[in-house]
C-alpha cells in the first residue's frame, strides 16, 4: 500500500472517531470514539516511521497504546459510578454525579 492510502485510512478513522464523540452522548460511545481517535493517530505514526524508515512511530504508538489504556480504566470507573449512583450513562447527567457523591460524603 502507498503511504498516502494509509494516511487516507488513518485520517477517516480520526474523522469517524471524532464524529461518534460529537454525536453520541453515552459514556461508553464517547470512549470508542475515542479509542478509534487513537487508532487512527498510532496508524499514522506507524506509516510516517515506516516511510523515512525511523522506528520513532512504533515508539509514539507504544505510547499512544499506554494513554489509551490509563485514559480507559478512569472512563470505566466513570461509567461504573454513574450507573451505580444515577442509573445512566448518559454525559449530560455526569455533574450530577459529582453533586450526588459531594452529598453523601464519598468525595
Not at 71 to 82: G, H, K, N, T, Y
Request: contains cysteine; aromatic residues 6%.
Amino acid at each position: 500500500m502507498s503511504p498516502l492510502t494509509i494516511l487516507i485510512l488513518s485520517f477517516a478513522m480520526f474523522i469517524i472517531g471524532l464524529l461518534i464523540v460529537v454525536v453520541r452522548r453515552q459514556l461508553l460511545f464517547v470512549l470508542m470514539g475515542i479509542e478509534v481517535m487513537l487508532n487512527g493517530v498510532a496508524l499514522a505514526a506507524v506509516e510516517a516511521g515506516q516511510h523515512w524508515g525511523n522506528p520513532t512511530g512504533q515508539i509514539i504508538t507504544i505510547f499512544l497504546m499506554i494513554a489509551a489504556g490509563c485514559e480507559l480504566s478512569v472512563v470505566l470507573m466513570l461509567a461504573m459510578l454513574s450507573y451505580k449512583h444515577l442509573k445512566t450513562t448518559r454525559i449530560d447527567q455526569l455533574n450530577q454525579l459529582s453533586n450526588t457523591l459531594i452529598s453523601k460524603g464519598e468525595l
